[in-house]
Structures are given as C-alpha cells and as structure tokens.
C-alpha cells in the first residue's frame, strides 16, 4: 500500500514540476499590453494602399498566414465603389512598403499601377470568413432592391403611359 502512496505522490510532485503545468507558468502565456513593434491585424483590414506616386490603388481586404504565424499574402481589394463591384487580388506580404507619414498614420504602398491590380487575376479563397459571407448576403440584398426597385419603376411607366393614353384608370 505505502509503495503506491509513495508512486502516487512521486507522479503528482513530478506532475507539479513539469514545466508548463504550474499556474505561474501559466500565466506566462497571457499578454496583456500590445508589444511594441507589433500591429493588430484589424488595423490593416481596410487601410488604403498607394503606390510611389501617391495614388490609392486598392485597400487591404485580409491577410494570409502561414502556420507558424508569418504573414504571406495580402488581399486588396481593387476597384468598385464602397465594396461593389471590387475585385480581390492577392499579392505577397514582403511586397509592401509600411512606413509611417508626416502625420504619424501608418503608409502602405505597393510598386504597382492600379490598373496592374485591375487586370490582375481575381484571388479566390477557399474558405469563406463571417465578414465575407456577410458582404455576400448584403451585396445580394443590395441586388434584389435594385431589381425590385427597376420592377417598380417599370410598373410606374408603364401606369403612366396608360393613363396619359387614356387606357388605364384615374
């Protein structure tokens, strides 16, 4: 009996000083103030790129990551008005120039005409994010208004054309 008290207390003390299963260890893991020198990705979804000559050529739409944590590829978003119509070209990470402005904002520029971007083949992920199925669900609302908003108008023409014809009712 005293030989199995004594494994089990050998495996618990030997369980309590292995490293990574103290609570102190533990809380080594947890980060609690942003490290210098390191950005949030969100600050970079939406940040307008520019080339050497000051122009906006697109806006950063996502990030791709390796495994092990580094950044590969970025997704701008180029062309369209506020979303619609933009196409998603992806090129690699190291291509970006960030530096910080007059103003102390952060400055994203890529060596590439925005019409190299819009003739570039279109990035198509393989799995969908929540953001980018909600841009789908609200482009496609945006598409069945503006159907239904023609339907209407043609309903309305073609009611006003037969009351001034004399066919339809007042």
Do not use: C, H
């Not at 030997?14 to 942003?34: D, I, K, Y």
């Amino acid at each position: 009996m005293k030989t199995i008290a004594k494994a089990l207390a050998a495996g618990l003390l030997a369980a309590a000083l292995t490293p990574g299963t103290s609570q102190a260890q533990a809380a080594e893991q947890f980060v609690t103030v942003q490290p210098a020198g390191q950005w949030l990705t969100s600050l970079f979804v939406g940040q307008p790129v520019t080339n050497a000559a000051g122009e906006t050529i697109g806006d950063i739409n996502d990030l791709l990551f390796e495994k092990d944590g580094r950044i590969e590829t970025v997704v701008i978003g180029v062309g369209g008005f506020l979303g619609v119509g933009e196409k998603n070209v992806a090129i690699p990470f190291r291509t970006l120039k960030i530096t910080v402005g007059a103003d102390g904002a952060r400055v994203v520029t890529a060596d590439l005409s925005k019409q190299s971007l819009l003739d570039a083949p279109k990035f198509t992920p393989t799995e969908k994010t929540v953001y980018m199925r909600a841009r789908e669900q609200a482009y496609d609302l945006g598409q069945k208004a503006l159907d239904k908003a023609t339907e209407l108008k043609n309903q309305a023409a073609k009611k006003i054309e037969e009351i001034q014809s004399g066919k339809g009712t007042k």
